[in-house]
C-alpha cells in the first residue's frame, strides 16, 4: 500500500505483517519506504489509519482510538501521539544514514551495498478502551526503507595519484590505480565506466615545471577489470510476506590498471644530444633536470544514469624514475676549471675533453686547488654517487705531489711541486657513477720560477790547498760564510789566471750552460777588491769566467786578502749569491836572512865545563814557511873549541876554554834559508854571515911563580939598615891586573 500525502510527491509504501507470538497476543511489523532529501515534514505514514485498515485483528477492540509514543531515540523523525502520524523533522540522506562503512548513529541494518537502506523504529501504542477497563501496550515495529536518488558524482579520496615508474619499464607492465567512490546506490547511480585522457591542466598545478606535454595514448592505456557484477533483482526480503522487491545497491567491482604501452626514458634526445656535442657547461647542468619527466592525465569516471551521468575525475602524475643507464662524461675544460693564479690552461688549439694540459706554478702552496673537471652525469638519481679518482696507472712522483678530492674530482697539491726535481706530470683521473666511468689524461706542466740563487762554482787552477776538490757556494748552503781559500805566489805580474769561475741556476731550464739564453743578461757578478778581476773564460761566455790579478803581490807587505764575490741571476726576482774568497799570498825565497844583533859578543868563563851555552844566534828572514826555515853554522878559528845548533843557533863550548892560551876567539857565524829542504822547485838558498867575538873570561886559576927556585944573596955584616941584598922577582899567569897581581912576603930564617 502507498500512502501519499496531497503535499508531496515522495512515495510512500505500507507493509504490514502480522506476527503471532507462542499465543500471545500478536503484534505488527511496518514498512514504509522514503526517498531522501524529501522535504522536511514529509508525511512517511499513518499508524492508525494503516494499521485499522490492514491489520484491524492487531486491534483489541475496534475503536482506533489510542496513543501512540516513540521509543526510538531519532533526530530524523517524529511522531503523532494521537493519529501515529509519522512525519521528517530534518534532511534525509540515504548516504549519510548508510554510509558505504557502517557509522550512522542511527540503528540502521545496512552494512553492505548489497543491502537496502532502512530505519528502525519502536512504536508503542496504548489503546483507551479495554475489556479490563486498563490500556495495554502495544508494540508497533516500523521499518522505513531509504531510497536512492542520484545525488553524488564518482569521487576520489586523493586529491591527485602519483605513480612511480622506472624509465624503460617493460611495455606491459601495470600500476594499480584507485577506484572512484560513488555513496549512491547501483547500478544506475553508481559508478559504472572510467576514461584516460590528457590533462589540460596548467604544469604549475599538477605537473610542475617537469611535466610532459605529449599525448598520453603513446605511452599509457587505462586497464579496466569487472570483478562482480550482481543482478539487481537478486534481492528479497524473505521475511515478508507481502514478496515486495526492495530496492537493493548492486554496483559493480572494479580493478583499475595504468598500463605502460611506450618506451619511458628520463633523459630526452634533444639532451643527450647536447652533451654528445659538448656544449654543455657546469652551469647548466641543472637543466639536465628540465626535460619532461612527469606525465600529466586525468582518471574520469562516470555513473550510469540515463539522462545526465555524474561524472568526476582525478589527476594522475606520471613520474618517470632515472635509471643509472647512462656513463658520466668529461667534458672540455674552460677558464673557471684552474684558478688563474697558480694554475692555467694551456691553450694549444682546440681544447679536448679527454686530454687537458694545465701549468702550474713551482712553489705553489700546500692544499693550492690547480684543477676542477666538469663532468655531466645524464641519470640524475646518479649525480650525487660520483666518486672521482687517480688510475691505478698514476705514477708514484705524481700521487705524491698531486691528490684527488672523491666527491668533485678537484686536484690539489700535497705538496709544492719543484720545476728541479720534475717538470712535468700525467694525472689519469677516472669517474665512475658505480657502474659507468670515464677517463681524462690532465698533463700537468711545472712552470719554472726564479726561486733558486745561482750556484757558484770556484776550481783553483792550479790546487795548492790540502783539500783540492771543487769549492761550491750558494745561498741555501749553511756555510754561506765560510770562505773560499784560493792562492797566489807573490810577484806574479798583473793579469794572473787564478781560478776558474761556474755559474749555474737550477731554475735554467736546460741545466747550467756557458751561453746565455735569448733575450737574457745572463748572470752579473762584481768583486769588492780592486786587486783582483773578473773575465769571461772565453768569447761570449756569461757564466764561465776567470779570476786574474790585477797587481803584483808581495807576501811581505800582504800575506792574504778577503774578497767579496757577488753573482745576480736575471730571474724576476733577481736572486743573488754570495762567495767570500780568502786569497792566499804564496811565499817566494826572496828574502835574505839578517841576524839581528851587529856586533855578536859573548864571554865566557875559562875552565867551564863543556857544553856549556856562550850565545844564541838570531836571525830574520822575512820569507815564509819553507822560505824562512834557518839554519845556522861556525867557522873561523878555533872553530873546533865550539859547536852550533843548526836549528836553533846555540852556541856552546866543545873544550874547556885556557884564558892564559886564548883570551878571545873570533868566529864566522852564518845562517842559511831552505837548508835541507826540497830544491826542486828551482827556489834558491839565501844565507847571511856575521861575526861572533868569545871573549874567555879570566880566572885566578894560577899561583905565582919565582923567576928562580933559589935566590943566594950574600951581605956584609954589620951592613947597615935597609942596605940591599939583592932581588927576588915572581909572577902569575892569569890575565887579569886583579889576578896576576903578586905580594912577595920574606919570612926569614937566622941561621948560625
Known amino acids: ?20 507470538v507462542f499465543g500471545q497476543r500478536a503484534s505488527v511489523n511496518v514498512q514504509f519506504q522514503l526517498t531522501e532529501e524529501c522535504p522536511e515534514g514529509t508525511i512517511v505514514g499513518t499508524l492508525s489509519e494503516d494499521i485499522s485498515i490492514h491489520a484491524p485483528q492487531f486491534l483489541l477492540t475496534q475503536s482506533t482510538s489510542g496513543s501512540y509514543q516513540l521509543l526510538t531515540a531519532t533526530q530524523l523523525f517524529e511522531l503523532d501521539s494521537s493519529s501515529g502520524t509519522i512525519t521528517t523533522k530534518g534532511r534525509i540522506d540515504r548516504e549519510e544514514i548508510c554510509p558505504s562503512s557502517p557509522s550512522s548513529h542511527h540503528p540502521i541494518n545496512s552494512d553492505t551495498s548489497d543491502v537496502p537502506c532502512f530505519i528502525d523504529l519502536q512504536v508503542l501504542r496504548l489503546e483507551s478502551q479495554t ?10 515495529l516500523v521499518k522505513i526503507f531509504i531510497l536512492d536518488i542520484n545525488d553524488n558524482a564518482p569521487t576520489w579520496q586523493e586529491e591527485s595519484i602519483n605513480i612511480t615508474v622506472p624509465e624503460h619499464t617493460a611495455p606491459g607492465s601495470r600500476f594499480h590505480l584507485p577506484v572512484a567512490v560513488d555513496a549512491d546506490c547501483g547500478p544506475e547511480n553508481t559508478t559504472s565506466r572510467y576514461f584516460l585522457f590528457s590533462s589540460n591542466i596548467p604544469d604549475s598545478d599538477y605537473g610542475g615545471p617537469h611535466s610532459l606535454a605529449t599525448d598520453i595514448n603513446r605511452y599509457f592505456k587505462l586497464d579496466t577489470e569487472v570483478v562482480e557484477q550482481k543482478d539487481p533483482q537478486h534481492f528479497m526480503f524473505d521475511r515478508w510476506s507481502t514478496g515486495w522487491n526492495l530496492q537493493a545497491c548492486s554496483a559493480p567491482t572494479f580493478r583499475l590498471w595504468l598500463q605502460v604501452i611506450g618506451e619511458l626514458d628520463y633523459e630526452t634526445p634533444g639532451q643527450l644530444s647536447l652533451i654528445q656535442q659538448k656544449q654543455m657547461l657546469p652551469k647548466e647542468n641543472d637543466k639536465l633536470d628540465a626535460p619532461p619527466r612527469t ?57 679536448r675533453r679527454n686530454s687537458v694540459t694545465i701549468e702550474v706554478q713551482e712553489n705553489a702552496p700546500y692544499n693550492q686547488v690547480v684543477y676542477t673537471p666538469r663532468v655531466i652525469e645524464p641519470d640524475t638519481i646518479d649525480r650525487e654517487k660520483l666518486v672521482f679518482s687517480f688510475d691505478s696507472t698514476i705514477a708514484p712522483a705524481a700521487r705524491a705531489i698531486f ?99 761556474l755559474l749555474s741556476d737550477e731554475d735554467q731550464t736546460s741545466g747550467p750552460s756557458p751561453y746565455p739564453n735569448e733575450g737574457s743578461s745572463a748572470f752579473q757578478c762584481k768583486l769588492n777588491h780592486d786587486g783582483l778581476s773578473l773575465e769571461p773564460l772565453f ?45 792566499l799570498i804564496l811565499d817566494k825565497n826572496d828574502n835574505k836572512p839578517v841576524f839581528k844583533h851587529h856586533p855578536m859578543i859573548a864571554r865566557v868563563k875559562e875552565n867551564a865545563p863543556v857544553g856549556i851555552n ?31 845548533d843548526p836549528s836553533s843557533g846555540l852556541v856552546t863550548t866543545a873544550t874547556i876554554l885556557d884564558r892564559e892560551i886564548v883570551g878571545r876567539f873570533n868566529l864566522m857565524v852564518l845562517v842559511r834559508d831552505r837548508e835541507g829542504n826540497d830544491t826542486e822547485s828551482g827556489e834558491p838558498v839565501n844565507e847571511g854571515s856575521g861575526m861572533l867575538t868569545v871573549e874567555v873570561l879570566d880566572e885566578n886559576d894560577c899561583a905565582p911563580e919565582f923567576d928562580k927556585p933559589l935566590y943566594q944573596f950574600l951581605i956584609d955584616e954589620n951592613a947597615k939598615v935597609n942596605t940591599p941584598v939583592g932581588e927576588v922577582k915572581a909572577h902569575d899567569n892569569d890575565a887579569t891586573l886583579e889576578n896576576s897581581r903578586v905580594s912577595i912576603i920574606l919570612n926569614y930564617l937566622i941561621c948560625l
Open 539 to 583: 768569447e761570449g761566455s756569461q757564466s764561465q769566467f776567470k779570476l786574474l790579478t790585477r797587481v803584483s803581490f808581495d807576501r811581505e807587505q800582504l800575506g792574504e786578502l778577503f774578497v767579496a764575490l757577488t753573482c745576480q741571476d736575471s730571474g724576476q726576482p733577481p736572486q743573488t749569491t754570495r762567495v767570500d774568497i780568502k786569497l
Open 403 to 501: 691528490g684527488i678530492r672523491e666527491k668533485d674530482g678537484t686536484i690539489y697539491l700535497k705538496q709544492s711541486p719543484d720545476y728541479e726535481t720534475q717538470s712535468s706530470y700525467t694525472l689519469p683521473i677516472v669517474v665512475s657513477d658505480g657502474k659507468f666511468q670515464d677517463n681524462q689524461e690532465i698533463r700537468v706542466q711545472i712552470l719554472n720560477l726564479n726561486d733558486h740563487a745561482p750556484t757558484i762554482t770556484i776550481r783553483p787552477v792550479r790546487p795548492r790547498n790540502p783539500e783540492g776538490e771543487t769549492l761550491k757556494q750558494n745561498q741555501q748552503q749553511s756555510q754561506r760564510y765560510k770562505p773560499v781559500y784560493l792562492e797566489v805566489e807573490e810577484d806574479r805580474p798583473p793579469g794572473y789566471f787564478i781560478a776558474t769561475i
Open 295 to 351: 606525465f600529466v592525465m586525468k582518471l574520469a569516471a562516470a555513473d550510469g544514469s540515463r539522462f545526465v551521468p555524474k561524472t568526476g575525475s582525478v589527476v594522475i602524475r606520471v613520474n618517470v624514475k632515472d635509471i643509472n643507464d647512462h656513463a658520466p662524461y668529461f667534458l672540455p675544460p674552460e677558464s673557471s676549471s684552474v684558478d688563474g693564479v697558480y694554475s692555467k690552461l694551456r691553450m694549444n688549439g682546440a681544447l
Open 131 to 140: 475489556a479490563s477497563g486498563v490500556p495495554e501496550p502495544q508494540v508497533i
Open 1 to 20: 500500500m502507498i500512502s501519499t500525502p496531497s503535499f508531496t510527491t515522495f512515495p510512500i509504501i505500507l507493509l504490514i505483517h502480522l506476527h503471532l
Open 614 to 644: 856562550v850565545y844564541r844566534l838570531e836571525a830574520f828572514d822575512a820569507d815564509f814557511g819553507k822560505n824562512a826555515a834557518l839554519v845556522y853554522s861556525i867557522s873561523g878559528e878555533g872553530v873546533d873549541n865550539f859547536k852550533v
